[in-house]
Nanobody, 118 residues
Framework: QVQLVESGGGLVQAGGSLTLSCTASGNIASIVAMGWYRQAPGKERELVATVTRGHSTNYADSVKGRFTISRSDTKNTVYLQMNSLKAEDTAVYYC????????????WGQGTQVTVSS
């Protein structure tokens, strides 16, 4: 089992920055990748960015060049640095951990609200 606790959401003006953090606990060794997803009102949850155990990263086209995902293996924490925020980035952001013992499973954080005012 993997548990995730997120922090760092809030209200920011367009063009501003925020950093989200997500700390994992439990069976850390089973985690193969961590990432951030978001869900805006009336829309489906979408991938924002992921980082693998080997520190390879992947980004949604909509955030490339503005968001940076990173992880600290010593702190079991993944970060999402968000710059040049736009109103369309407003959503609930969820931390995800993909982990595997015998089967691949996903764990999710509780979500943190990011609101960008224009």
């Amino acid at each position: 089992q993997v548990q995730l606790v997120e922090s760092g959401g809030g209200l920011v003006q367009a063009g501003g920055s925020l950093t989200l953090s997500c700390t994992a606990s439990g069976n850390i060794a089973s985690i193969v990748a961590m990432g951030w997803y978001r869900q805006a009102p009336g829309k489906e949850r979408e991938l924002v960015a992921t980082v693998t155990r080997g520190h390879s990263t992947n980004y949604a086209d909509s955030v490339k060049g503005r968001f940076t995902i990173s992880r600290s293996d010593t702190k079991n924490t993944v970060y999402l640095q968000m710059n040049s925020l736009k109103a369309e980035d407003t959503a609930v952001y969820y931390c995800n951990a993909r982990h595997q013992v015998f089967t691949v499973e996903d764990s999710w954080g509780q979500g943190t609200q990011v609101t960008v005012s224009s």
